[in-house]
């Protein structure tokens, strides 16, 4: 098992932070879980303890800021706690460097919600058929 279910948690939250569901399905209905443990468990092995890493600090930092995990803030405090992650604001004490975790996980969430279905992410090719690239090959 890759992630705690707490850090799953957390990376499910963050996902539809980054790209969250409207007329189409967000980032992690997406497939992006799926996506980052299939790179996480190939290509970017490397990356897991950050990964984890990041995703407790996640969870520590909504706690420090709000008094709950990352999961069970409001849509509005999560896109807040992100956007100060991103600028390096954090209050928590974080063992990896949070704008870089935070640039990778963005990275991660793209990639996995525009990328080739066969990847794990772009569950059905839903992201293509919402810019309009046909899964086939050539644009509409």
């Known amino acids: 098992m890759l992630f705690t279910p707490a850090q799953e948690r957390a ?9 969250p569901p409207d007329d189409y399905p967000g980032a992690w209905e997406a497939g992006a879980g799926e996506y980052i443990t299939r790179l996480l468990n190939t290509d970017c092995a490397h990356l897991q303890t950050t990964y984890r890493l990041g995703l407790d600090s996640l969870d520590a930092e909504a706690v420090a800021l709000y008094g709950e ?3 069970d803030a409001t849509d509005e405090q999560r896109t807040l706690l992100l956007t ?3 600028q390096g604001e954090v ?3 974080w ?3 949070p704008q870089s975790t935070f640039s990778m996980w963005v990275n991660h ?9 066969g990847n794990g992410g772009n569950r059905g090719n839903l992201s293509w058929e919402m810019i ?3 899964a086939q090959g ?3």
């Open 11 to 19: 990376l499910g939250f963050l996902c539809d932070c980054l790209i």
């Open 109 to 117: 969430v793209a990639e996995s919600y525009y990328s080739d279905s």
């Open 69 to 71: 995990s990352f999961g």
């Open 91 to 93: 209050v928590a004490n």
């Open 138 to 140: 050539g644009r509409k």
């Open 132 to 134: 309009g690239f046909e």
């Open 95 to 97: 063992l990896v460097s």
């Open 84 to 86: 100060r992650v991103e």
